[in-house]
């Protein structure tokens, strides 16, 4: 239950209630009013830079398209060539840059073979044997020469000391001198265009600085703030020795965690972001935003092994990432419900323990919220939409259009 709720949980779980009691569980269930108010959040704290929406942390057509059309956002930070290619075809967007280098040959082919979408799907690269790859393509198509759109990424984790790395492991290119020697690999390499260039903390925006240790809260603060600086000054110093020797469209950076820094850096064009729309329990140990819930799952309760333990159906929805409690789900609704240490959330059956788990009864629901906020698609069909009082409008997950780009 979010901090500081109350009865306004007590309104919610009712609500939720109501509008779905209709609907056989487990389900899953966006709150468009909390996605909205989102929404607007993340318009105001990125204080006029526009938002690139990250499609790996939404997985829904339908909710791709409300973020896409509101004023402070534009284009998609796609995870997939597969992915992009799909929202390009099916007039998501005209403006998709694909998050991580592929090796698709397959998807490869299709990109290639498609003159109406390489103008609008942006590659990621980090080194020349990617370049190798798409030329590769390219002939194979018969398409050699003509234009590709690159980005590279410039890994922005944080090196505080020789042989300490903090931050995630994305791209071989970390200095100025290592994005320009490449930038000129790409401007000399025919039929290829350098547009932009990319960088993600997620030593910052993916990890939360509110936990419940005040002591670690504090370390991880002093990290991100001398992390910030030290990126200030390498991001600016790589963005001017690319453009020493070719233009940039776009300086892609950040992620919902790190508006705040991210946006200071003047280099930086544009952000990305697509957790904040959804609310994960993750981003419940910020202390510098609080996104509502807007997306949530509900289990039934099946089995009452004890007075004080009720037995969900399912519930295993497990985040990936490094292993351990914080990858679980969180029991939201009712308040006061907790895994039990030994069993976790199942596969098949999830026993929640506590004072509110004595007043569930064989039949009663208990809502949920997964850890991230994309992997949720993954594991329905449809998004039941719920908006103020209106009956619950259902929309597909890439899931239940058949549609898996892991």
């Not at 351990?324 to 789900?329: D, I, M």
Request: charged share 25%; glycine share 12%; hydrophobic share 40%.
């Amino acid at each position: 239950m979010m901090r500081g709720d109350g009865d306004r949980g007590v309104a919610a779980r009712r609500r939720y209630e109501a509008a779905t009691c209709h609907l056989e569980a487990p389900l899953a269930l966006v709150d468009r009013d909390a996605f909205d108010a989102n929404l607007d959040d993340l318009g105001a704290r990125a204080a006029g830079l526009p938002i690139r929406v990250a499609s790996k942390s939404v997985r829904c057509r339908y909710l791709l398209e409300r973020a896409l059309a509101a004023p402070h956002t534009a284009g998609v930070l796609s995870y997939s060539l597969t992915e992009a290619l799909w929202l390009y075809g099916n007039g998501v967007s005209d403006d998709l840059l694909v998050g991580y280098p592929t090796a698709d040959a397959r998807a490869l082919d299709r990109f290639a073979a498609d003159p109406a979408a390489r103008p609008h799907v942006t590659l990621m690269i980090d080194a020349p044997a990617q370049l190798d790859l798409v030329d590769a393509a390219m002939r194979r198509m018969g398409t050699a020469g003509q234009e590709v759109r690159v980005c590279i990424e410039l890994d922005v984790s944080w090196r505080p000391l020789p042989g300490v790395h903090i931050g995630s492991r994305r791209s071989p290119v970390v200095t100025p001198r290592q994005a320009a020697e490449l930038a000129g690999l790409v401007a000399a390499r025919p039929g290829f265009r350098l547009v932009g260039l990319m960088g993600y903390e997620g030593q910052i925006a993916g990890v939360g600085d509110a936990s419940g240790n005040p002591l670690r809260a504090g370390v991880v603060r002093r990290m991100q703030e001398r992390s910030a600086r030290e990126l200030a000054a390498r991001r600016a110093a790589a963005v001017r020795a690319v453009r020493e020797v070719c233009p940039l469209e776009f300086v892609n950076g950040g992620g919902t965690g790190s508006f705040e820094t991210t946006r200071a850096d003047e280099s930086v064009t544009e952000l990305a972001a697509g957790s904040g729309l959804l609310g994960p329990a993750l981003f419940d140990a910020y202390s510098r935003f609080r996104p509502r819930p807007a997306a949530l799952f509900a289990l039934p309760v099946v089995r009452k092994p004890a007075r004080r333990v009720a037995t969900l159906f399912s519930g295993g929805y497990v985040a990936s990432g490094e292993a351990g409690p914080s990858r679980l789900p969180t029991p939201h609704l009712p308040a006061g419900l907790r895994f039990r240490g030994v069993e976790g959330a199942g596969e098949v059956q999830t026993p929640v323990t506590g004072r509110a788990a004595g007043r569930l009864a064989v039949g009663d629901r208990v809502w949920l919220r997964h850890a991230k906020a994309g992997e949720l698609a993954e594991r329905f069909n449809e998004y039941h939409v719920l908006a103020g009082d209106d009956p619950v409008r259902t929309v597909p997950t890439y899931r239940g259009e058949g549609m898996s780009f892991g």
